[in-house]
Structure formats: structure tokens, C-alpha cells
């Protein structure tokens, strides 16, 4: 669980799933929190962990910054790059708060670290449950899909999902309040031209692949990106590739769900969703900085997707080059795939930024009252990061491509470490 917030409720409700599991698969879980919270909320969450596992009998270990950097630096040491390269995975993997691949990035190597080889996250905004009758649960339903391959094609699942009931993941209120086209709009700015693809996808099946789980649940193969990260588990991929570490990218933590796709690997779908939350400052929009964080956080996205979009249909057309037996993935291919993309369409996002600022500035004067204030901060925000995006969002790729040639050297590294080691020591 990545948390850079009071996390309570969210940590309970996890802890109750994973109390809710048979005794033997209950003690092979590592209950990890990653906290990126100032000092204050450290602490009480610290707390919370303590109480919750004196009450439940659940363990649970807390990765706080300075745990991690010290996990870090051991990590990068086994790896022994060379030192222009560890200096440029120690900056991808030390980032300061606000990158939505951080968190999944540094629990991968810690799963690394003990072993495991599945990684079940549960985002601090969201509450899950289990059914009092039958014990069912998200992370039962995982795990139980993850380890019976078979039941879910001859592929085996890669990753196993839910969705979310409550706020939105995106949060566009304003925008849908003066008209939902804005929304489209924004959205077909990242959307490849008929000349742009070429790759002919296959047709989800008329028939969807389904099945039924514990308790009753329905799970179906999900073909269209049903699943959210928040709420999800993977299998290997997750020591395949690591998630973009950009700082202030939305979806940026999606790149490892996204390539099962394009592999055609399972992604799976279950009926049992999580509540998601805003706290109180962002569900009522009071905060003027966030209100521009996070409109800075979409631009730089909607020109990230544009790039993303084109990889993937380079990913589709190579797909036999990443993954030749099936079990070895080539990760130094998939950045220079990654790196080649960017290169060969530089040009591609350049017309987004005016045209999204463009758009905004639409939607604000069409707006009035408190709509009007917030989107009138959105615009000036954009206004001022629109001619600094592509550069930073190419530098983002680059970043990300230079982890990803590393990562299976780290996460192997990470293992190496772990075999004689004490996650504790890092707590």
C-alpha cells in the first residue's frame, strides 16, 4: 500500500482481507506500506500499522523514506553499475512525493527482496471488503486467479483487478460541469490519426471469457482496461518493467498493465470493487496549488498518451521480439522500442499543449461562480507549464527507458540482498 496521506480506514480494511485468508496463505503475505508522508503522519501512521497487527495478528512492515533510500543504496551497491548508471537509477528510483510510479516501484523490489513474485496493491484513498459469509475478498480472488493459471487460459493471468465505486480516478467536476464534450475533446487530443495506425488489433470475443471465483464472484478477461492499478495484483510483469517514476504524470503507473495487453497476456477482471475517497480538501476543491497540480499532472499526460499510444502499436508489431519463449522478456528491447518512438515522432505532441490550454480557457468562459475561480487557476497553471510539457515529458520517457535496461539487474540485485537479509532492518 503506497500512501502519502492518513491512510486508516484504507489499511484496516486491507488488513481485514488479508486476516480473512486460510491460515497458510495468510502467512505468506507481506503487508508492506510504503509511506511518503511528511514526518507527523509517519508517525501515526506507524501507529495504525502497530495497533492494526496487536488487534488482527496480521504483520505489517512500513518502508518510509529513509528506509528507502537506505534499501536503495544497498540495492544499487549488489547491482554494481557503472557508476554513470547508478547514479542515473538512484535519481529514477529517489523521487520526491507525487510520483505515481514511485510507490509500486519500490514495493516491486522489496517483493524482489523476499521472494515474492506477486505483488497485490491497494491504493490509500480506498476501501475493500470481505464478505462476512463467505470470506471472499479482492485479494482472495487474486490470488486465487494468479495461482490457478490454468482456469484462466492456457497463458496463465498476469494480472487480476477491479474497479472503483465513489469519486472518479480522474477528476474533471469543472470540466463536466460546463460540458462533457470538453472532456472529449481533451481526451481525442492523444488519439492516434487513421495514418498513425497501422496494427490491425484482434476483436474482443463476442463470447467473454468468464468465470466463477470464491464466494460466487464473477471474474471476466478484460480486453479494455477495466482493471484499475489501485486495486489490482500482478505476476512477473512487475520484474519485467518497472512504472514510469515521473514526477506529476497521471496514469504513469499503468505501463506494466498496459504491455500485458499488448503481449495479449490475461489481464482479469472481479466483480468486488473498492470505495474510492477524496479527502476532504480535494473532494470540496479548497486547495489552489492542488487545483494547478493536478492540471499540469493531466497536460502532461494527455502528451505522454500521445507517445504511448504510438508505442503500443510498435509493441503490437514486435510483440515476438519481447517475449520470444514465452518466459524471458527482453526489457532492454522494450526501452529502445520505448527511446525509438519518442525519437521518430517528437513532432506528434507538439499541437496538444495550446490546444489543450486552448480548451480550458473555453470551458472557463463559459463557467461562473466558484467553477469559474477554480478553472481560471487551472488556466493559469497551464498557461505557464504548456511550453516546458513536451520537454518534460520526453525526459520522462528517457528516464523511464534507462531504468527499464536496468531493472531486471535491480530486481535481481534486490533478490541477491534479500537471501541473507532482514526486510526489519530497512523499517
Known sequence: MPTNRPFEAAFRSVAAEVAALPEEARHQVTLLV??????????????????????????????????????????????????????????????????????????????????????????????????????????????????????AGSKGAHCVGSSLTGRPTRDRRDLLHCSAEYVDRIDALSRLTPAETRVVRPAAPARPEQLTTHGGVTAHRDHTGTVEMGIAAVRRVHEWIPEMPAVGVLGSDYFQKGLLYQLELPVWHHDMTAEHHYEPWRAEQTSAEHLGWYARAELRYAVLRKHWNAFNEALMSQRDLLLPDGQHFDSRAYAEFLVDTLARGAERAAPIPPAFVALYREAAATASGDVRRRLDIRVAALEAEAGTTERYVADAIGEFATLTRRWPALVAAAGRLGSDGDLGRYA
Open 34 to 151: 510504503v509511506d511518503d508522508c511528511p514526518p507527523q503522519v509517519s508517525r501515526a501512521n506507524r501507529q495504525v500499522v502497530e495497533d492494526t497487527a496487536a488487534a488482527s495478528g496480521v504483520r505489517g512492515h512500513v518502508l518510509d523514506a529513509d528506509g528507502w533510500e537506505r534499501l536503495a543504496h544497498d540495492i544499487l551497491v549488489a547491482a554494481a553499475l557503472p557508476p554513470a548508471e547508478h547514479t542515473l537509477a538512484e535519481h529514477a528510483l529517489c523521487k520526491p512525493t507525487g510520483s505515481y510510479g514511485a510507490g509500486p516501484n519500490k514495493a516491486a523490489l522489496v517483493a524482489a527482496y523476499v521472494g515474492a513474485h506477486t505483488l497485490h496493491r491497494r491504493d490509500s484513498d480506498q476501501i475493500t471488503h470481505v464478505d462476512p459469509a463467505s470470506g471472499a475478498s479482492p485479494l482472495r480472488i487474486e490470488a486465487e486467479l494468479l495461482d490457478g493459471g490454468a482456469a
